[in-house]
């Protein structure tokens, strides 16, 4: 389950779409699943459209000497979902990890800390991999203890009642991770990123964030699959694909960006010196698969 493509707002749209673009866009709803978002949206579409190099859009980046992976790194950072923001290093939340977000957030009234990032990263980890940080010198103490859940539910935005300190242990987690080269921030780079933002809670916890970091290595990735959800097109992209033409190709999305004045990703694209006139040229040199 992913985008809804019985939406009555799809009906019109698909049947004049390309069987490119309706694979697309069932691609761009597992895009948003993955993303933890409530909606598929427009960068959504965008993001799956220029990650494939075989697209039309993708070629008139290229064309117009510009780069798609750091297009796509914009369009990312203006995705609705759960991810952090920051500078190189924009990357989603792995299932695992939402799950701890939400459980630091159950075990604190208050804001958010590093020690409730740690505990709820803690317990959303293996048993394997819990036994080789017990041996690396991390010691479950007071901080890592299952604590009974104080609220009843996270607040609407996940890092509002957050302490300035977990925040930049979550901005250092998406910063390991990239690094790393993983698609997405685990709980294990919770895990470290907490001990690193708070001196104190290391020494408590028996073992420095880089320590624990160092034992981590090749072993951050959270491979779990989100939980299956039926997401519904979110209005802004039912318009959009209602305004194309039949059998619009991906250049032609892009192009569909501009006709809104403060649009974020037509911006975005302008930064990259992608110009309305050269993707409407691409539409027509270009054809997707």
Known sequence: ?????????????????????RASLERAGERAL??????????????????????????????????PPSLAEEVLALSPGILVV????????SPRAVEALHGAHRRRE???????????????????????LRRAGLEPGADLSPRPPRGTASPAHLFRATSPAARRALVGAARASKAAGDPTIGPASIAAAALEADAELACRAGVSGRRLRAALVGRTVDGTAPPPRNLPPAAELCRLLAELPAGASSALVAAALYKTADSELAAAFRRQEVT?????????AFADP
């Open 110 to 132: 208050g804001e958010v800390t590093p020690a409730d990032l740690l505990a709820a990263a803690w317990e959303a980890l293996s048993e394997d991999l819990r036994g080789d």
């Open 86 to 93: 920051a500078s190189g290093a924009t990357l989603p939340f």
């Open 34 to 67: 993955e993303l933890f978002a409530d909606a598929v949206e427009v960068p959504h579409l965008l993001l799956v459209l220029l990650d494939d190099e075989d697209s039309a859009l993708h070629a008139a980046i290229t064309h117009a000497f510009a780069d």
């Open 276 to 284: 309305l006139d050269s993707l409407r040229r691409a539409a027509e």
């Open 1 to 21: 389950m992913t985008l809804d493509l019985d939406h009555a707002d799809l009906a019109a749209p698909l049947g004049r779409a390309s069987p490119y673009l």
